[in-house]
């Protein structure tokens, strides 16, 4: 029977190489995607036969026991065997969460199913040269903060996340007021998980920017992860009374990734029904969103 284990950041060296074999590009299947809410959605985890199993609860109702998708070497047919065979020992109802819209179709030559879409939990998937380049009528306004946040800031600095600034960025982030809490995923519960990164971020693949002025220090930063062809933002935080920080962070990010990486897409996660958020990644005009579906299998 498979044997599952809390999910730690002591796990990382074991399950980056099997997440990176995720053909999905939804958030759900990287290392900050699973860690920073491993608490919240109670996130186990098993390795058998270079493919990785997590047990939790389903993203729209955390006292429902759910699963992921397995990912890894093991055809899928014998995966979800050895989840049935799990369930039926343990008593538990064999439930899938976050499943990617590309993956139901494979589900479905397995056995009845039914679905559920999670309609809060789409991720927002963008060109990663559209938002490295904000060329085009549609992002005046954005090229317009950008232009103003320069303006007024002609000595601004980027640089590297890295152990030299974190605690000046810690600092930062400490600083900064709560926003006020939504239905699915508390403020606080984000806080807390931001700071583990923080801490943890010099043993994790991460990539980090920090941009700051000579009047104002650190106005913001961002944290992500490149996996393939998709850059996925997990962390973006800026002062919101700095006018342009905000686009002038997201707009550095991507061009230096679409640079370094050439990566195609980025990744910005969910809204989680959350109004401002919505209009947030909306304004970023993005190419698709990649559905995500609670699955309950006979």
Not at 12 to 23: A, F, G, H, Q, W
Not at 62 to 79: E, H, I, K, Q, Y
Not at 243 to 271: C, H, P, S, T
């Amino acid at each position: 029977m498979i044997r599952f284990a809390p999910l730690t950041y002591d796990a990382v060296d074991e399950i980056r190489p099997i997440l990176e074999k995720s053909t999905s590009r939804t958030c759900d299947y990287t290392l900050a995607g699973l860690l920073m809410w491993a608490d919240y959605f109670h996130y186990e985890y098993a390795v058998v036969e270079n493919t990785l199993f997590i047990k939790g609860v389903t993203e729209n109702d955390v006292t429902r026991a759910a699963f992921s998708l397995p990912v890894g070497d093991m055809p899928l047919r014998r995966s979800m065997s050895m989840l049935r065979d799990y369930c039926r020992a343990t008593g538990t109802e064999l439930v899938l969460s976050a499943v990617p819209e590309d993956r139901l179709r494979e589900l479905y030559t397995l056995g009845a199913c039914e679905i559920e879409e999670l309609a809060d939990w789409s991720d927002y998937l963008y060109s990663a040269s559209d938002l490295a380049q904000l060329q085009g009528k549609k992002y005046n306004k954005k090229r317009n903060h950008i232009n103003q946040f320069i303006q007024s800031n002609p000595d601004y600095v980027v640089e590297p996340l890295s152990e030299s600034n974190i605690p000046a960025v810690r600092e930062f982030f400490r600083a900064m007021e709560l926003p006020v809490d939504n239905a699915f995923v508390t403020a606080e519960v984000e806080r807390r998980q931001v700071f583990a990164v923080l801490d943890h971020f010099g043993r994790l693949p991460f990539e980090g920017l920090v941009l700051s002025t000579p009047s104002d220090g650190i106005v913001a930063f961002a944290v992500g992860e490149v996996i393939g062809d998709t850059l996925y933002v997990h962390i973006e935080k800026m002062d919101h009374r700095v006018n342009g920080a905000g686009e002038m962070i997201n707009r550095l990010f991507a061009a230096q990734m679409w640079e370094r990486y050439g990566v195609k897409y980025v990744n910005r996660e969910e809204d989680v029904g959350d109004e401002g958020l919505r209009r947030a990644k909306q304004s970023y005009h993005p190419t698709a969103l990649l559905k995500k579906y609670n699955i309950m299998c006979a």
